[in-house]
T-cell receptor, first 112, second 114 residues
Framework: DAKTTQPNSMESNEEEPVHLPCNHS???????IHWYRQLPSQGPEYVIH???SNVNNRMASLAIAEDRKSSTLILHRATLRDAAVYYC?????????????FGDGTTLTVKP | DAGVTQSPTHLIKTRGQQVTLRCSPK?????VSWYQQALGQGPQFIFQ???????QRGNFPDRFSGHQYPNYSSELNVNALLLGDSALYLC?????????????FGQGTRLTVV
């Protein structure tokens, strides 16, 4: 299964942008890059996903490297409610469709 | 829309017992996946059900089994419980087994094996 590598933890100040990196050097052509976050005592929550092009939604932006071996989740203005564990995962739509592999994620701390 | 609902929220079982966890997917979703999340770790994929069949499976022993009903709800069964099975069990629903739509997770069932 394709794996992702993320820093264990990151800190940010409130109202500042946050860039959360993810490496996925073994990504295959049928893998989509998904980001989820998990707040304490809750199930993971979808944030954003993409294949090759950069993506924007109301929660965040996703920047994907041209070779697709890395990506960056961008929170434009961090709030205290953004403090969570952020997971970068690869979701295959080919042979292994549905088999999502989570790593240990990045714990984001937002300071007021 | 109630989203993904799981029951029970908490459960305590004794080693060697069997347990059944339940999941109702989000309205309009037909695919259910189960995950095990140990404390401080990311969720680990157990299996996925689509059209009442197990379509994908992670690295879990046969003690872990499941079922999907015609209304798309699902059950996770674990036999011969071990202390190491203590974890948060998460259910996620989505539409289609080979689509790239987002998955919605439930709040999970906290299983403690004593």
């Amino acid at each position: 299964d394709a794996k992702t590598t993320q820093p264990n933890s990151m800190e940010s100040n409130e109202e500042e942008p946050v860039h959360l990196p993810c490496n996925h050097s073994t990504i295959s052509g049928t893998d989509y890059i998904h980001w989820y976050r998990q707040l304490p005592s809750q199930g993971p929550e979808y944030v954003i996903h993409g294949l090759t092009s950069n993506v924007n939604n109301r929660m965040a932006s996703l920047a994907i490297a041209e070779d697709r071996k890395s990506s960056t989740l961008i929170l434009h203005r961090a709030t205290l409610r953004d403090a969570a564990v952020y997971y970068c995962i690869l979701r295959d739509v080919g042979t292994n469709a549905g088999k999502s592999t989570f790593g240990d994620g990045t714990t984001l701390t937002v300071k007021p | 829309d109630a989203g993904v609902t799981q029951s029970p929220t908490h459960l305590i079982k004794t080693r060697g017992q069997q347990v059944t966890l339940r999941c109702s997917p989000k309205s309009g979703h037909d695919t259910v996946s189960w995950y095990q999340q140990a404390l401080g770790q990311g969720p680990q994929f157990i299996f996925q059900y689509y059209e009442e069949e197990e379509r994908q499976r992670g690295n879990f022993p046969d003690r872990f089994s499941g079922h999907q009903y015609p209304n798309y709800s699902s059950e996770l069964n674990v036999n011969a419980l071990l202390l190491g099975d203590s974890a948060l069990y998460l259910c996620a629903s989505s539409f289609g087994d080979r689509t790239n739509t987002e998955a919605f997770f439930g709040q999970g069932t906290r299983l403690t094996v004593v």
